[in-house]
């Protein structure tokens, strides 16, 4: 009896842990035609990496105002919900006391209160679910999406920011985040761009809605040098008083002079977003002041200053010996949001949570990805930094090197980009 040994084929055994490439740029070959847009942006000099212009926008989200609660609304629909019930159950009672009732008019009644006590049901289970979370708010149909301040006009939806190259208006970075207000989102934002552009330090302009103490400390920290212009706000700017401003503070004196030429002493220490905060006063001063009615209408008035407010006063002094660069952050980093809007073709993301709104933002941006339609589907980057950016000048440049290629056939079939 003859017997026969065989084996299996031998191959790559289906439990390997990666079988394609880690990132698209692996599928692209040395001699691909895209390798030479690299090569020829990489020629260029597109980025000042000097100063970068920060902003952001608001986009809508997936998700209807009716299915976003906060706790505020939510109690304010459940006190309304159990109004009506109430209403419902008195007239339902009139009813069963008054024979000449229709039944059908009995019934509705019923359905109705059949109706609230299920939404009422569903209310209670919303507000559990948002206690448990310890968000403020919560969105049934996207849960990353945010309601966002009435003024945008957006309902609910995503906080978009970027960071723009003020040379040439190119973006360095962009990011898209929940959170309702901009302030503490101007660290993250510049600190991504500055390492995008590969540089150790860098200015920053933003407009007054990044104003905010605590992250203009991180960011000097960081090696960003802010440029913000000073928040205008106040029962002394709302009834027309001296501005804090008009208060010049003696650092080596330790106090203020007000704009009668008296001198405001610390007196008062008291906090302010965890931050320590010192009131000034000179209550004597202020009695006998011909300029009072035009300081306060109080006994007398207190100013108060951060303990690291001189962070805020190097600010104002580097502003006021540059003021053109709001002119440069108002020419560079505002058309962007418009172009996106535009290639959009709408106001609002079609896709739901924050990486995969990311990634559709990405696909849009005029600057971001290489290219732009290889990362619709997430949030996952293929190029980091140079990379990035790289292709970001791509994108720019695009229109130019489609005419070239038209005339020379330098990268014939090449996909069409969005432009």
């Known amino acids: 009896m003859v017997c026969f040994y065989t084996k299996h084929i031998q191959g790559t055994s289906r439990t390997q842990t990666l079988l394609l490439p880690e990132c698209v740029d692996d599928y692209v070959g040395p001699d691909n035609v895209v390798r030479f847009s690299e090569a020829f942006v990489d020629s260029l000099d597109l980025f000042g990496r000097e100063l970068i212009a920060v902003d952001g926008t608001r986009l809508k989200a997936v998700n209807s105002g009716q299915r976003n609660f906060t706790k505020g609304n939510l109690a304010k ?241 580097r502003l006021a010996a540059n003021p053109e660069v709001m002119d440069q952050r108002r020419e560079s980093v505002e058309h962007p949001f418009g172009s996106i809007k535009q290639w959009m073709g709408q106001r609002k993301l079609l896709t739901r949570r924050i990486e995969k709104c990311e990634g559709r933002v990405q696909s849009d941006s005029p600057g971001l990805q290489y290219p732009p339609r290889l990362n619709s589907g997430g949030g996952h980057r293929p190029h980091a930094g140079h990379q990035r950016l790289m292709g970001a000048c791509f994108c720019q440049l695009w229109p130019k090197m489609a005419s070239w290629s038209r005339k020379k056939a330098i990268v014939p079939g090449f996909w069409p980009l969005k432009r």
Not at 142 to 161: F, L
Not at 194 to 201: A, I, P
Not at 208 to 213: H, T
């Open 77 to 317: 629909t459940m006190a309304e919900s159990d109004e009506r019930l109430d209403r419902y159950l008195k007239q339902l009672d009139d009813a069963d006391k008054d024979d000449t009732t229709p039944t059908r008019r009995v019934n509705n009644l019923e359905e109705k209160i059949a109706a609230i006590k299920d939404r009422r049901a569903r209310l209670e289970e919303h507000r559990a679910e948002l206690d448990a979370s310890g968000e403020d708010q919560i969105s049934l149909t996207d849960p990353d999406a945010r309601a966002m301040h009435s003024s945008s006009r957006i309902g609910v939806g995503y906080n978009i920011q970027i960071a723009v190259d003020t040379k040439h208006k190119l973006i360095a970075e962009q990011q898209v985040h929940n959170k309702v207000s901009d302030l503490g989102l101007l660290t993250e934002t510049a600190n991504a761009a500055r390492e995008n552009l590969g540089v150790d330090q860098i200015d920053v302009v933003a407009d007054r809605g990044y104003y905010k103490i605590e992250d203009i400390e991180d960011c000097e920290a960081s090696g960003v040098t802010p440029y913000i212009p000073k928040l205008l706000r106040g029962s002394a700017v709302k009834n027309g008083f001296f501005t804090k401003d008009q208060f010049h503070y003696d650092a080596d004196a330790d106090v203020l002079i007000c704009p009668g030429g008296q001198k405001l002493e610390p007196k008062y220490k008291s906090k302010i977003r965890d931050n320590d905060a010192i009131g000034f006063v000179n209550t004597k001063a202020c009695r006998a002041c011909d300029l009072r009615a035009r300081c306060t209408n109080a006994a007398f008035r207190k100013v108060t200053r951060y303990a690291k407010e001189a962070i805020l006063d190097r600010m104002a002094a």
